[in-house]
């Protein structure tokens, strides 16, 4: 019941935009698939902290990984923090867990490829999704912007793509469809290299929906592509014909994300405020967040250069006017020395 009136409750935060509808669709999964079962016979005052660690391992003796019972944890613990606001229940028991009594999900490993790697991975992939696969790799977009892209969205005039909405996921009876982006701040502008315009020109140019409302990337019967159906068939495939599993984990589209990212922070030098703005990030303390380790690697990178072009092992390098004057170096008792020019007199100084 209570849950019920959770449910209710957020799903007009949905249609005031307060919430996402993919937000609710995960929080009503996990009610019905993995709590309702359980606690629905049992009033929300009864349900105790011990309880609520059962109905936990009991997730995971099924054979539910971490991360499923994880989602299942904050789905009740929204449910129980309802109850506690409108004064049903005095505490919330899933706040009260242990540690050790916490799901625990182990973290997909953050990766970057590098440029032999995107080569590869450009290499192996199957002609109809290369181009989808580029967009990710060289504007950063999540998949779902990309798979919500329409023709009306590339703006080759201006060089840029508007990033206006995503692609919802589709379930029985309610086919995907268009809706506004994760954040405010994913609605943004993001580069269109020349490289990656061509290929979308010619994308363009290869289809019969290319009507300004047409799907950029779509299946021949003109409808969205599938989110789980393009990372096997997009990704996972190219990936694995380039050898990019690293320790069995397979390449993920987030990762093409973060190899954009890596490119802007490393290569290119930006600041925390023009990468976040780029990526669609909330605020720059997200981006922060997520990729201090780059900032930092940068920064290092760019210290380290620095400091090896003043030194006098650079000075070794260089070619300037004193490279034919020639020094004479008082000779030791019994010994003949000749002319030094400057680059083996800087090799003596840089060795003392």
Known sequence: MVAGWWLERYERRVATGERRVRTLEIHSYYLKRHLLPLICSRLIREVSVAEVAELLDLRRERGCAEKTAAGAQGTLGNVMRFAVRNSWIADNPVEKLERHERPRPARHPQRALGREAIARLLDCCLPAYRTLVATALYTGMRLSELLGLVWDDVDFARSCIHVRAQLSRAHVGA??????????????????????????????????????????????????????????????????????????????????????????????????????????????????????????????????????????????????EEDQRVITLPAAAGSTVGPLYARPRAAIKWAT
């Open 175 to 320: 086919p995907a469809q268009r809706v506004p982006p994760k954040t405010h701040a994913g609605h943004r502008q993001t580069p269109l290299t020349p490289q990656l315009a061509a290929l979308l020109r010619e994308r363009r140019l290869a289809t019969a929906r290319s009507a300004a409302g047409d799907w950029v990337f779509s299946t021949r019967n003109g409808t969205p592509l599938g989110q789980r159906n393009i990372q096997r068939s997009a990704l996972c495939l190219a990936a694995d014909a380039a050898g990019l599993r690293v320790d069995g984990a397979r390449l993920r589209f987030h990762d093409l994300r973060r190899t954009f990212a890596s490119h802007l922070i490393i290569e290119l030098s930006l600041d925390v405020v023009q990468v976040s703005r780029l990526m669609g990030h909330a605020s720059p303390s997200t981006t922060l967040s997520i990729y201090a380790h780059m900032f930092d690697e940068a920064r290092d990178a760019a210290d380290i250069r620095a400091r090896m072009a003043r030194s006098a092992f650079a000075g070794l390098l260089e070619a300037d």
